[in-house]
């Protein structure tokens, strides 16, 4: 069973910049796609980015040019890397699971089965 840990969240001025982590355990962690996942007090749960077996990524048009996903599959670890972070950014950010092989991955949350727990990202000054 592939268990995620998410980590690098805090408090950040506006502008600033996080580098989000989500380690895997439990199953071999490069079958496996990988997205982000975000939700505000309130608000919906959003699909922010994804990254295949492949290294193909996805990213919704909110975050395009800001966020970076990336991984490195000796490490068990993806990577989200954010930049000029903005009070609308302020939400738990999720990392999710889907095991086998897709040609494109998708920022929607039905597809994926393995979830973490989350780290909390606060954008204020």
């Known amino acids: 069973q592939l268990q995620l840990v998410e980590s690098g969240g805090g408090l950040v001025q506006p502008g600033g910049s996080l580098r989000l982590s989500c380690e895997a355990s439990?199953?071999?962690?490069?079958?496996?796609?990988i997205g982000w996942f975000r939700q505000a007090p309130g608000k919906e749960r959003e699909g922010v980015s994804c990254i295949t077996q492949n290294d193909g990524t996805a990213y919704a048009d909110s975050v395009t040019g800001r966020f970076t996903i990336s991984r490195d599959n000796h490490k068990n670890t993806v990577y989200l890397q954010i930049n000029n972070l903005k009070p609308e950014d302020t939400a738990v950010y999720y990392c999710?699971?889907?095991?086998?092989?897709?040609?494109?991955?998708?920022?929607?949350?039905?597809?994926?089965?393995?979830w973490g727990q989350g780290t909390q990202v606060t954008v204020s000054s």
């Open positions: 439990g199953d071999t962690f490069m079958y496996y796609t």
């Open positions: 999710a699971a889907q095991r086998g092989y897709v040609q494109f991955c998708a920022i929607v949350a039905g597809p994926y089965d393995h």
